[in-house]
Protein backbone atom coordinates (compact mmCIF):
# COMPACT_ATOMS: atom_id res chain seq x y z
CA UNK A 1 0.00 0.00 0.00
CA UNK A 2 1.00 3.13 -0.48
CA UNK A 3 0.20 6.88 0.68
CA UNK A 4 -0.16 9.73 -1.69
CA UNK A 5 -1.00 13.78 -0.12
CA UNK A 6 -2.43 16.28 -2.91
CA UNK A 7 -1.16 19.95 -2.85
CA UNK A 8 -1.79 23.05 -5.24
CA UNK A 9 -5.42 23.51 -5.28
CA UNK A 10 -7.39 26.72 -4.81
CA UNK A 11 -9.11 29.37 -6.46
CA UNK A 12 -8.67 30.87 -10.31
CA UNK A 13 -9.92 32.84 -12.58
CA UNK A 14 -10.98 31.16 -15.72
CA UNK A 15 -8.20 30.61 -18.47
CA UNK A 16 -5.64 30.66 -15.27
CA UNK A 17 -3.14 28.13 -14.65
CA UNK A 18 -2.58 25.78 -11.39
CA UNK A 19 -0.05 23.16 -10.66
CA UNK A 20 -1.62 20.12 -8.28
CA UNK A 21 1.44 17.73 -6.43
CA UNK A 22 1.39 14.40 -5.26
CA UNK A 23 3.43 13.54 -2.97
CA UNK A 24 4.21 9.38 -2.21
CA UNK A 25 5.25 7.47 0.36
CA UNK A 26 5.40 3.80 1.49
CA UNK A 27 6.15 2.01 -1.40
CA UNK A 28 9.18 2.23 -4.38
CA UNK A 29 7.87 5.13 -6.55
CA UNK A 30 9.18 4.18 -9.49
CA UNK A 31 7.10 0.95 -9.52
CA UNK A 32 4.07 1.72 -10.39
CA UNK A 33 1.75 4.24 -12.75
CA UNK A 34 -0.44 7.47 -10.93
CA UNK A 35 -3.49 8.81 -11.87
CA UNK A 36 -5.46 12.21 -11.63
CA UNK A 37 -9.09 11.67 -11.25
CA UNK A 38 -11.52 14.12 -10.14
CA UNK A 39 -15.30 14.68 -8.91
CA UNK A 40 -17.40 17.49 -9.20
CA UNK A 41 -20.03 18.16 -6.56
CA UNK A 42 -23.33 16.09 -7.59
CA UNK A 43 -21.11 14.22 -10.51
CA UNK A 44 -19.36 10.58 -10.13
CA UNK A 45 -15.21 10.59 -10.15
CA UNK A 46 -14.00 10.85 -13.45
CA UNK A 47 -10.60 10.43 -14.89
CA UNK A 48 -8.47 13.23 -15.85
CA UNK A 49 -4.92 11.76 -16.78
CA UNK A 50 -2.05 9.10 -16.09
CA UNK A 51 1.30 8.32 -16.42
CA UNK A 52 3.36 4.88 -16.24
CA UNK A 53 6.35 4.19 -14.03
CA UNK A 54 9.20 5.56 -16.03
CA UNK A 55 7.21 8.73 -17.74
CA UNK A 56 7.42 7.28 -20.92
CA UNK A 57 3.59 6.81 -21.17
CA UNK A 58 0.91 8.93 -20.69
CA UNK A 59 -2.87 9.19 -21.10
CA UNK A 60 -5.63 12.35 -20.97
CA UNK A 61 -9.38 12.53 -20.68
CA UNK A 62 -10.57 14.20 -24.03
CA UNK A 63 -11.38 17.00 -21.98
CA UNK A 64 -8.04 17.92 -20.80
CA UNK A 65 -6.10 17.33 -23.64
CA UNK A 66 -4.03 19.72 -24.84
CA UNK A 67 -4.72 21.55 -21.98
CA UNK A 68 -2.95 19.53 -18.75
CA UNK A 69 0.08 18.08 -18.67
CA UNK A 70 1.12 14.93 -16.18
CA UNK A 71 4.95 14.55 -15.09
CA UNK A 72 6.57 12.66 -12.55
CA UNK A 73 9.69 13.35 -10.44
CA UNK A 74 10.76 9.67 -9.34
CA UNK A 75 13.69 11.22 -7.63
CA UNK A 76 11.01 13.65 -5.35
CA UNK A 77 8.60 10.92 -5.09
CA UNK A 78 6.44 13.16 -6.47
CA UNK A 79 3.18 13.62 -9.09
CA UNK A 80 2.68 16.73 -11.36
CA UNK A 81 -0.43 18.00 -12.91
CA UNK A 82 0.07 20.98 -15.05
CA UNK A 83 -3.21 22.59 -15.63
CA UNK A 84 -3.30 25.56 -17.96
CA UNK A 85 -6.75 27.22 -19.64
CA UNK A 86 -8.57 26.58 -16.97
CA UNK A 87 -12.55 26.45 -17.09
CA UNK A 88 -15.52 26.64 -14.40
CA UNK A 89 -16.21 22.98 -15.85
CA UNK A 90 -12.78 22.04 -14.19
CA UNK A 91 -13.87 22.94 -11.14
CA UNK A 92 -13.35 19.65 -8.73
CA UNK A 93 -11.77 17.92 -6.10
CA UNK A 94 -8.55 16.26 -7.83
CA UNK A 95 -7.08 13.11 -6.71
CA UNK A 96 -3.90 11.13 -7.45
CA UNK A 97 -4.33 7.22 -6.90
CA UNK A 98 -1.60 4.82 -7.65
CA UNK A 99 -1.56 1.15 -9.54
CA UNK A 100 0.42 -1.56 -11.71
CA UNK A 101 -0.98 -0.04 -15.24
CA UNK A 102 -1.83 3.31 -17.14
CA UNK A 103 -5.63 3.22 -17.16
CA UNK A 104 -8.78 5.76 -17.55
CA UNK A 105 -10.58 3.47 -14.90
CA UNK A 106 -10.45 3.98 -11.07
CA UNK A 107 -10.47 0.52 -10.57
CA UNK A 108 -7.04 -0.12 -11.44
CA UNK A 109 -5.43 2.19 -9.06
CA UNK A 110 -5.36 0.13 -5.79
CA UNK A 111 -2.59 0.73 -4.47
CA UNK A 112 -3.89 4.09 -2.95
CA UNK A 113 -5.50 7.30 -2.83
CA UNK A 114 -5.07 10.72 -1.62
CA UNK A 115 -7.51 12.99 0.11
CA UNK A 116 -7.98 15.22 -2.77
CA UNK A 117 -7.70 18.96 -3.65
CA UNK A 118 -9.70 21.25 -4.28
CA UNK A 119 -9.59 23.30 -7.43
CA UNK A 120 -12.26 26.32 -8.18
CA UNK A 121 -12.32 28.07 -11.65
CA UNK A 122 -14.29 31.27 -11.82
CA UNK A 123 -15.61 32.75 -14.51
Known amino acids: QVQLVESGGGLVQAGGSLRLSCAVS????????TGWFRQAPGKEREFVAA????????YYADSVKGRFTISRDNAKNTVYLQMNSLKPDDTAVYYC????????????????WGQGTQVTVSS
Open 97 to 112: AAGNEVANHSHAYHLG
Open 26 to 33: GRTFSSYA
Open 51 to 58: ISWSGGKT
